[in-house]
């Protein structure tokens, strides 16, 4: 892992530079400001890293990837500051969310603006490339909508199938992992069909990286993963596990999952819910799903022969670092 955690850790610091490069405007502040505040926040950086490594499959100059991956970032965070106000969360990243610091008009506008400032990185892109790199990002902009348009419909109905989760948190989260990976080949020139590939391999690498951290928020150390198990049961949260159980109990079980999410005592209503998944066997379901979309992910990835192997094989490690993490 040393090699692609060296190389990760370059990427996004090329990132965070050009994010603290942005030539933001100072008037009007409370348009400008809250987007500094926002980026400042930090994060993984995955989506622009996974950009600029599929850039690197192909061609050495990553440095020209850089607009793409940061509107790819830039776009990524205008959804989380949208989602925050929709999910009237308080906190991202341990620090007070942009609607509640200032208002919800203020981040709404925010939001927008850091829209905007996507597609203004855009520009930089060669005009060759440009088309189809516009083709996928709004495809992906779009399907992003989409998911997190689901996600709310699911707040409101009794009964969600796991197939309707998996197609819910594909679009919300996976579509655009798969498409900065995408966009980052058809920016080093690879083929249709290499780009199709890596959208594919992202894709599923996405889907179980959100079945890894569904488990993880069951089933999670404390002590690594930073937090008390059992958040999403708490909040009767739409998770793997929680629609694989639905779909998995049968007469009494189906009872007594719909009792074990009524319960109002948290550390009761947590054992009960985890009690019921172990004896239907879900964190093993969870698991097989985790591995199989894996396989899919990484025959994507073999079949990219154009690409260079030591970058495919950096990614492999990546993804199984992703889904095995503990925090």
Not at 18 to 30: F, H, K, N, Y
Not at 210 to 227: T, V, W
Not at 279 to 289: I, M, R, T, W
Request: contains cysteine.
């Amino acid at each position: 892992m040393n090699t692609i955690n060296e190389r990760v850790a370059a990427h996004q610091k090329q990132i965070e530079k050009a994010i603290q490069s942005l030539a933001l405007p100072g008037q009007p502040s409370r348009l400008y400001e809250p987007i500094r505040y926002f980026m400042s926040l930090g994060g993984k950086r995955m989506r622009p890293v996974m950009c600029m490594l599929a850039y690197e499959m192909y061609r050495e100059d990553v440095e020209q990837a850089i607009p793409a991956a940061l509107a790819l970032e830039l776009f990524h965070n205008f959804t989380l500051l949208h989602d925050d106000i929709m999910d009237l969360a308080p906190v991202r990243r341990g620090k007070a969310t942009v609607h509640v610091k200032w208002n919800n008009d203020i981040a709404i506008l925010s939001g927008d603006a850091l829209y905007v400032l996507a597609y203004q990185q855009l520009q930089a892109v060669r005009p060759e490339v440009l088309p189809q790199v516009m083709r996928v990002f709004n495809r992906v902009a779009l399907e992003v909508c989409e998911g997190q348009q689901y996600d709310m419909d699911f707040q409101s109905r009794d009964a969600v199938s796991l197939e309707e989760y998996l197609q819910m948190i594909r679009l919300k989260t996976s579509v655009l992992l798969g498409g900065s990976l995408e966009i980052g080949v058809l920016l080093a020139g690879g083929s249709a069909r290499e780009a199709h590939l890596a959208y594919t391999f992202g894709e599923k690498v996405g889907l179980a990286f959100q079945i890894h951290d569904d488990l993880l928020d069951a089933y999670g150390n404390p002590e690594s993963f930073g937090k008390k198990p059992g958040g999403d049961i708490l909040v009767n949260k739409h998770t793997f596990l929680r629609m694989a159980a639905e779909a998995l109990a049968t007469g009494d079980q189906v009872k007594a999952l719909k009792q074990a999410y009524a319960l109002q005592e948290e550390e009761g209503k947590v054992e009960s819910v985890k009690a019921i998944f172990d004896s239907l066997g879900v964190p093993q379901k969870a698991e097989l799903k985790k591995q199989e979309l894996l396989e899919v992910a990484f025959d994507a990835l073999n079949q990219m022969t154009e690409a260079k192997q030591s970058i495919r094989e950096e990614l492999k490690a990546l993804a199984f670092y992703l889904i095995e993490r503990e925090a």
